[in-house]
């Protein structure tokens, strides 16, 4: 009977989440970031922000879906290493299952004692919208979780 009421519970009240990996990579002197993102959430976002109609599963707009992609997160996901800031290069997004897996670099990146994230992604279309974050810096991992409207994530290594 439990896991009937649970199963209600999920299906009568969708949850928000997205979780983003940040990993160092000496190799290249950057951050290997992922965030995954449930790709119908992000479809809604992508149309409250530029209007008109997108379709993340279409082949044929891959390359608008990967501008409108890199915009939004060039307006709603910012890092600051050491206390500058640094950019971030979307290097592509795929669809897996109910998930947008966007993928994106930070390059000249090879010392992080602090890391500071903003994200607002999804913010203004989801309320109950949550992001969770997992470090992998000089071997060292950290997790968070952080709530909207709350967008700052703030790491020390």
């Known amino acids: 009977m439990l896991y009937i009421q649970l199963f209600w519970l999920f299906w009568a009240h969708p ?12 190799d290249k002197a950057s951050l290997e970031i992922s965030s995954r993102i449930f790709f119908d959430d992000l479809e ?9 109609k997108t379709d993340l599963k279409n082949a044929a707009q891959k390359p ?21 800031p640094v950019s971030t290069e979307l290097l592509g997004f795929t669809i897996e299952g ?8 930070a390059k000249d990146v090879s010392s992080v004692q602090k890391l500071e994230v903003s994200n607002s ?9 949550i992001h969770i974050f997992h470090l992998n810096i000089s071997g060292k991992k950290k997790s968070m979780k952080i ?10 290594f």
């Open 15 to 26: 949850f928000y989440v997205s979780v983003t990996t940040i990993e160092q990579s000496r």
């Open 44 to 52: 809604v976002a992508l149309k409250e922000e530029f209007g008109g």
């Open 64 to 84: 608008q879906n990967t501008e409108l992609i890199r915009r939004y997160f060039q307006r709603n996901f910012k890092l600051k290493v050491n206390g500058e």
């Open 98 to 105: 109910e998930a947008a897996w966007c993928f994106l670099e």
């Open 121 to 129: 992604l999804l913010y203004a279309s989801f309320k109950e919208q």
């Open 147 to 156: 709530n909207n409207p709350d967008a700052r994530a703030r790491f020390e």
